[in-house]
């Protein structure tokens, strides 16, 4: 393929999906990531985008967010190894929330083995991932479905949500970096994420390296408020996501790092020795991680009484 073949593809791409990693690109135009990143900055000079850490933009600063289809089919093997990682943070009998996104879609897909759990969600596609898994409750928000996601966003979503307490939450976004945490494209859609936090005692967010750096408009969950980060392996050259994985760390995120092939599924040993913490300090409510393992790196067990007030909660929110 020739460079303006290439460059072309490579515009196309990133004009449909508003941001695409590196990575991405170099396995649709079949070259190597070097030979992309000069189309890039090729492309740049132009102004027809903008260079990100690993990745490309639409020009103007901030991105914008794609539609689900556009979503789907990016970072496939980084959200599977994310998910299953992140799914060894979850115990059975839990109540936990989990918000929209394509890389919560595949954490629920592994939750679905969880006996005894409670599973509150905005998300069609969570939700029906979940539908047929005889061992998990399911309770929906009420609200508005926002189509381009499947979600349900708006007061009714939020208003649903109040009063709601739950162990942990697993979010997903459009960006994250230490200055602002996590954020989204999206003002109804950060609303209802907002909710979803107030309602956990812990924040775990899922995200891929491609979003390390990457800024958009509305803040969901300030970095101060993010219990752990669950990512993939950023490639060796990307310098921005390693200074802004440390840098996360640095303001005590708990990071656990993913292979790309993904752990054995439920199988804790092989995702503990995939996690590689940056050695924060502990965070407010939290137990220090120590010699248990990845389990010990969070609060797991809670006193049964306190238990069954989350789950009484959940029950009156299923009944509104």
Same mark, same amino acid.
């Given at each position: ?47 027809? &985008?903008?260079?990100? /850490? ?9 991105? %914008? ?7 789907? /089919? ?7 190894? @994310? ?48 539908? /047929? $898994? ?41 960006? &994250? ?17 907002? $909710? &979803? ?28 408020? @993010?219990?752990? &980060? ?11 996501? /390693? ?5 996360? *760390?640095?303001?005590?995120?708990? @990071? ?15 995702? %503990? %020795? ?9 965070? %407010?409510?939290?137990?220090? *991680? ?14 049964? $009484? ?15």
């Amino acid at each position: 393929m020739f460079a303006a073949e290439r460059r072309q593809l490579i515009l196309e791409m990133v004009r449909a999906n508003g941001a695409v990693s590196l990575r991405e690109l170099a396995r649709v135009v079949q070259t190597s990531e070097v030979t992309v990143r000069r189309d890039v900055r090729a492309l740049e000079a132009e102004g027809l &985008l903008d260079r990100r /850490h690993g990745g490309a933009v639409l020009p103007g600063g901030f991105t %914008r967010e794609s539609g689900f289809p556009q979503k789907s /089919h990016l970072a496939t093997a980084e959200k599977t190894a @994310i998910a299953d990682l992140a799914a060894n943070f979850v115990e059975e009998g839990e109540a936990i929330v989990v918000g929209a996104g394509t890389t919560t879609q595949e954490l629920a897909r592994r939750l679905a083995r969880v006996p005894g759990l409670t599973v509150v969600t905005n998300s069609l596609l969570v939700a029906q991932a979940l539908a /047929h $898994a005889n061992r998990v409750e399911v309770v929906m928000t009420g609200g508005t479905l926002r189509g381009s996601n499947y979600a349900l966003v708006g007061s009714g979503a939020e208003q649903s949500l109040q009063g709601l307490r739950v162990s942990r939450a697993f979010l997903s976004g459009s960006g &994250l970096t230490a200055e602002r945490g996590l954020s989204t494209s999206n003002m109804l859609s950060a609303s209802v994420d907002r $909710a &979803l936090v107030q309602a956990a005692s812990e924040v775990v967010v899922l995200a891929d390296h491609t979003k390390l750096g990457t800024d958009t408009m509305f803040q969901t969950v300030p970095t101060d408020v @993010i219990t752990r &980060l669950v990512t993939d392996d950023p490639p060796a050259h990307d310098d921005r996501a /390693h200074t802004e994985l440390q840098a996360l *760390a640095d303001q005590g995120v708990q @990071i656990a790092v993913a292979g790309a092939t993904g752990s054995s599924g439920g199988d804790e040993v092989p995702a %503990r %020795r995939q996690q590689r913490p940056a050695l924060p300090g502990p965070r %407010r409510g939290q137990v220090p *991680a120590g010699g248990a393992g990845l389990r010990a790196a969070s609060v797991m067990g809670e006193p049964g $009484a306190e238990r069954e007030r989350e789950r009484a909660r959940v029950a009156d929110l299923r009944r509104r």
